[in-house]
């Protein structure tokens, strides 16, 4: 499996509070992207990175900002959570467009904001 | 909205039959594509990739085909078997945006013994 880490895996906040998702790899991969997955939905993208302070928004990047300060790390920020932010979350990622290889994804964070 | 794939359809085969699962995709920029595979509770898997300058590749079986004409994408799975009953996720890359990989909502397979 690709050397990729998401904390946490399971978090319960309440409506209102700051939440912060983490994403770290260890493949020093260039491109690192932030999905959210609900049911009878695909994934989504909500910010992605292709460098180190290099980001930029996905379809659904409304109420979340990410930061990417070192390469290993991506990090995703709900800065006031709510209801509709219930869903889980899938960090991945890749080295395309060099030599077009895959994505790879983490286990996923399900995050339930009550 | 998402521009690759519009619906959550469910695909139920017979265990030895053959699968064909489709998927569309509306940017003629996208330029390399892959098809995913996701069981419940864990992150999708890769499966098969095609580059925009072919139009099929095969693989251990499953072939993708791309017909960039009609701008649509469909994974072959030759001798279905339970295992492979999961939800498939086609996904477009855009290199010329920073490689932003867009995925499809996917299409639940349904192995029948």
């Known amino acids: 499996d690709a050397g990729i880490t998401q904390s946490p895996r399971h978090k319960v906040t309440e409506t209102g509070t700051p939440v912060t998702l983490r994403c770290h790899q260890t493949?020093?991969?260039?491109?690192m992207y932030w999905y959210r997955q609900d049911p009878g939905h695909g994934l989504r993208l909500i910010h992605y990175?292709?460098?180190?302070?290099?980001?930029d928004k996905g379809e659904v990047s409304d109420g979340y900002s990410v930061s990417r300060s070192k390469t290993e790390d991506f990090l995703l920020t709900l800065e006031s959570a709510t209801s509709s932010q219930t869903s889980v979350y899938f960090c991945?990622?890749?080295?395309?467009?060099?030599?077009?290889?895959?994505?790879?994804f983490g286990q996923g964070t399900r995050l339930t904001v009550v | 909205g998402e521009s690759v794939g519009l619906h959550l359809p469910t695909l139920s085969v017979q265990e030895g039959d053959n699968s064909i699962i489709n998927c569309a995709y509306s940017?003629?920029?996208?330029?390399?594509f892959i098809w995913y595979k996701q069981e419940s509770g864990k992150g999708p898997q890769f499966i098969i990739d095609?580059?925009?300058?072919?139009d099929k590749r095969q693989g251990q079986r499953v072939t993708v085909l791309l017909n960039k004409t009609v701008k649509h994408l469909s994974l072959q799975i030759a001798a279905t078997q339970p295992g492979d009953s999961a939800v498939y996720f086609c996904?477009?890359?855009?290199?010329?945006?920073?490689?932003?990989?867009?995925f499809g909502a996917g299409t639940i397979l349904r192995v029948k013994s």
């Open positions: 996904a477009e890359n855009l290199s010329g945006y920073g490689n932003k990989l867009v």
């Open positions: 095609i580059r925009s300058n072919m």
């Open positions: 991945a990622i890749s080295e395309l467009g060099r030599g077009y290889t895959e994505a790879f």
């Open positions: 493949e020093n991969h260039r491109y």
């Open positions: 940017n003629s920029a996208s330029d390399y």
């Open positions: 990175s292709y460098g180190v302070k290099d980001t």
